[in-house]
């Protein structure tokens, strides 16, 4: 009889019985001390504000919260410290505010985490949604949390983004199509790097409407989606990006994607059009000397200069920030691997699967390439693990629904063993003495 309960409850887990949440709440119980012990770590480690553009985003949330200006330098968008302006005090000191603000975004990411664990306990199932807390609690976030920065937050939010865009794909509709266009929107008011997936979105979504309605009117109710989409988020981004237009000359004027990702190293950046003044009004130098895409393609050869950059960022974010990351990169690669072998041995049924989907394979297939290029290109200017991590959530969202729908429940528990073990080796190797 005994044999046959845990027989029961080992089903009960392996399955999406939603009436398991309770299972998730012990997970959480467990998961959190060890979770805020390694914050608690970082936190000590993470004293000087004037690393990490800490400093920057304290001075613009107080400009905020003292000037009511949200104009900021056009590196970094007003969300985030607008935030963190809702408990700055009147002559309270940098280092008082720093504090509190870290606080602030511990609170976040333990509310931010709580809500993807239920996304992935309510889509993968128990067990596959287990293993995936335990890698993000326990190896990716605590490094990354008490920092005076957006990050946090931009992840969970480019997270919804992507899934309700997924969503949007297969079953369209007005309704949500406005909700994304204002996700989309205060997304972009984070971090202004969203609006490469908002490009690809609509790309996706006019050729699924194309290649699949001939008919006149389903092809005007696409349109009207899609409009939805645009409308809403320029409604909600309108203020900032008129008075950006008013000052700048252009409406999504920011000073990485406008001239940064088209030097090749900071030093030339800082010698470019940073030393013209660009975070406060367009730079006023020769319009010769103002980078652009043009210019840039005129001056670098392709095989050695671009395909060059390329290589490097590739690789340098395989080794340096993956492979050598605090703990993750072994269990992704090792999945990774995992997934391409039972493809290599099911192709009927990867194949049926991709074709049944394919808009929606298509859209997340285009949405990683792309970032990943992107983060590749940008790598020479600024490095560091946080632009590879804004995939990390989706990553891991789509490797283990799928893990989960392939049913591959044995890996997961090997995982979680080795997991109990590297959890000693990473903290007293990383956590604590990485600086993000």
């Not at 949007?168 to 989309?184: D, E, I, Q, R, W």
């Amino acid at each position: 009889m005994a044999i046959l309960n845990r027989q029961r409850i080992w089903q009960h887990f392996l399955t999406r019985d939603f009436s398991s949440y309770r299972y998730l709440v012990g997970v959480l119980l467990v998961v959190f001390p060890i979770y805020f012990y390694g914050v608690y770590r970082q936190w000590n480690a993470n004293q000087d504000r004037q690393k990490v553009d800490q400093h920057a985003y304290i001075q613009y949330s107080k400009e905020i919260a003292t000037e009511f200006i949200f104009r900021g330098d056009h590196n970094r968008m007003p969300l985030y410290p607008a935030l963190q302006a809702l408990h700055y005090s009147s002559g309270e000191s940098d280092e008082a505010f720093f504090r509190e603000g870290k606080a602030v975004n511990v609170g976040l990411s333990g509310l931010m985490l709580i809500g993807i664990a239920l996304l992935w306990w309510r889509i993968m199932g128990p067990l596959s949604a287990t293993v995936a807390i335990i890698l993000t609690m326990v190896f990716v976030y605590p490094p990354i949390t008490p920092y005076f920065t957006v990050e946090v937050l931009f992840f969970a939010l480019f997270l919804a983004c992507l899934m309700l865009a997924g969503y949007l794909l297969v079953k369209p509709s007005l309704k949500l199509a406005t909700g994304l266009g204002v996700l989309f929107g205060i997304t972009h008011l984070a971090k202004g790097s969203i609006l490469l997936l908002i490009v690809i979105f609509v790309l996706i979504y006019a050729m699924k409407a194309l290649v699949e309605h001939r008919n006149i009117k389903r092809l005007g109710y696409h349109s009207l989606v899609v409009l939805a989409v645009v409308l809403s988020f320029l409604v909600t981004v309108y203020p900032y990006i008129a008075d950006t237009k008013a000052v700048f000359g252009s409406y999504f004027y920011n000073v990485n994607t406008t001239f940064y990702i088209w030097y090749d190293s900071w030093s030339e950046v800082t010698q470019g059009t940073r030393a013209y003044g660009d975070r406060e009004h367009y730079p006023d130098m020769p319009a010769e000397d103002i980078p652009g895409m043009a210019k840039y393609l005129c001056e670098h050869s392709v095989v050695e200069d671009i395909a060059g950059r390329f290589t490097y960022g590739f690789s340098k974010n395989f080794v340096d920030h993956t492979l050598r990351s605090y703990g993750y990169g072994k269990y992704i690669l090792a999945y990774a691997i995992l997934l391409a072998g039972i493809t290599y041995q099911r192709p009927d049924r990867t194949w049926r699967f991709i074709k049944q989907h394919r808009w929606l394979v298509l859209y997340v297939a285009l949405s990683f390439v792309a970032y990943q290029a992107a983060f590749a290109w940008y790598l020479p200017i600024s490095s560091g693990k946080r632009f590879l991590l804004t995939l990390w959530l989706p990553c891991v969202t789509v490797m283990f629904w799928l893990t989960s729908y392939l049913k591959v429940y044995r890996f997961h528990v090997i995982c979680l063993g080795i997991m109990l073990v590297d959890v000693v080796f990473v903290w007293s190797e990383k956590v604590g003495h990485y600086i993000h």
